[in-house]
């Protein structure tokens, strides 16, 4: 059954902060997480009854709103690479980002292998434990464990670069 | 360093604490001792249900409606280079319309006119043509408006349910747009379900028409056709020029 006008309003109102509040963390752009607030719900209203027999729709847009941002990213840094092939060397027009320029999760997450990118959401941005990433990605809490001791692995890799960050213990 | 945990992981999540203030979860059992001993989780309970109570100001919402990004490339983002092609290929086929009208009647010499880009549901972004344009729900729909003058600018949906939606502003007062000059305005609808004709209304007026009047004038315009969009000939804005588009809402396949 589809959504009346009256639920998709109902369905923005109580979810839209959620996951515009994720997309902005995750992308780090207005405008980008705008369009992913609004791509998030037409997928929803697509989805239909199978949105609506979700025992938890936050749950679920948790998932679609990760994945949709972090294939935007992938495919960011996919134009970004073109752009660079095809850039200009520098001293002839091109731009070279400075040092201290800030760090954002975006920037970090680009940096990660792809099967890291998703668990590192969860657990740094969203501050989930273990056993929840687990459930959201669907793999047990042992690969949860090891993706994240990869990350560990990173980012002592990383230290004095100011790529990565912390996991608690 | 930008990744970092501000809470350990025997606190609660950010998803727990979203379904508690989504109304999901009851704050009771563990989740409610958790929460009157971590003064962390409740400050961060209280941010999540503050970001809500702004969440209205911030991306409108009316029925179907919600708001885009501010210019067309932000929207058009998803789509890439071929979306702007296709947004550039569309000036061809701007129509103009002028109140009242016939249904399907082209007029010229307004200075107003009004095209519509849609979103299709594969991502393609495309003008719906003049005539016998169709759309199907869950598609989104922008307005690109031009006026020969100086003017505030307001769309205003007519749907074959017998609804009128404020559009484009989504509330306020309507935006100024420069005089001949291609603007795409912001906000977006996301079509609902309620399928068959609609009429799209856009005004251009000297004063800042609120949104509120160009609906109660779209209602009764809608009830003076017998709540037949393709029989509205026009909506009664004095002293605003108007014009509109009509298209088919459909079912996907």
């Not at chain 2, 935006?175 to 399928?195: F, H, K, R």
């Amino acid at each position: 059954m589809s959504f009346s006008r009256a639920e998709i309003d109902a369905l923005y109102r109580q979810y839209g902060p959620s996951v515009l509040r994720r997309a902005r963390a995750i992308l780090g752009n207005e405008a980008a997480a705008k369009d992913a607030l609004q791509e998030v719900f037409i997928r929803a209203i697509r989805a239909g009854d199978g949105f609506r027999g979700e025992a938890s729709p936050m749950t679920w847009l948790y998932r679609v709103t990760t994945n949709l941002c972090l294939n935007q990213l992938r495919d960011h840094a996919r134009r970004a690479e073109l752009l660079a092939e095809n850039a200009p060397p520098p001293g002839e027009g091109a731009v070279v980002p400075g040092h201290d320029e800030r760090l954002t999760v975006a920037r970090v997450l680009a940096r990660l292998p792809e099967e890291l990118r998703e668990i590192a959401v969860y657990y740094f941005v969203d501050q989930m434990n273990q056993d929840e990433i687990a459930e959201i990605v669907g793999v047990s809490r042992h690969t949860v464990g090891n993706r994240l001791e990869e990350f560990r692995a990173l980012a002592r890799a990383a230290t004095g670069e100011g790529v990565v960050g912390s996991v608690a213990p | 360093v930008t990744l970092e945990r501000t809470r350990p992981e025997s606190c609660l999540s950010d998803l727990v604490l979203d379904r508690l203030v989504a109304g999901e979860l009851r704050e009771e059992g563990e989740l409610a001792a958790h929460l009157s001993s971590c003064a962390a989780c409740r400050d961060r309970r209280d941010q999540l249900a503050a970001e809500r109570t702004r969440f209205p100001d911030e991306v409108f919402v009316a029925g179907l409606a919600a708001n885009a990004a501010r210019t067309g490339r932000r929207w058009w983002a998803f789509g890439g280079s071929a979306a702007a092609v296709a947004v550039a290929g569309a000036a061809a086929l701007l129509l103009t319309l002028r109140g009242p009208v016939e249904p399907g009647v082209r007029t010229k010499g307004t200075g107003l006119t009004l095209e519509l880009i849609a979103r299709r549901a594969d991502g393609r972004i495309e003008a719906l043509p003049a005539t016998g344009g169709r759309a199907s729900p869950g598609e989104a729909l922008r307005f690109k408006i031009r006026s020969a003058r100086a003017a505030h600018v307001a769309v205003v949906g007519l749907d074959a349910a017998g609804v009128a939606t404020a559009y484009a502003p989504s509330s306020g007062a309507a935006p100024s747009v420069a005089a001949a000059t291609d603007t795409l305005l912001d906000g977006s609808v996301v079509l609902d379900e309620t399928l068959g004709p609609e009429r799209v209304v856009a005004v251009a007026c000297e004063r800042a028409l609120s949104v509120d009047e160009l609906v109660a004038a779209g209602k009764r315009a809608l009830a003076t056709a017998g709540n037949a969009p393709a029989r509205v000939t026009a909506v009664e804005i004095a002293g605003c020029a108007q014009t509109s588009v009509l298209y088919e809402k459909v079912s996907r396949k």
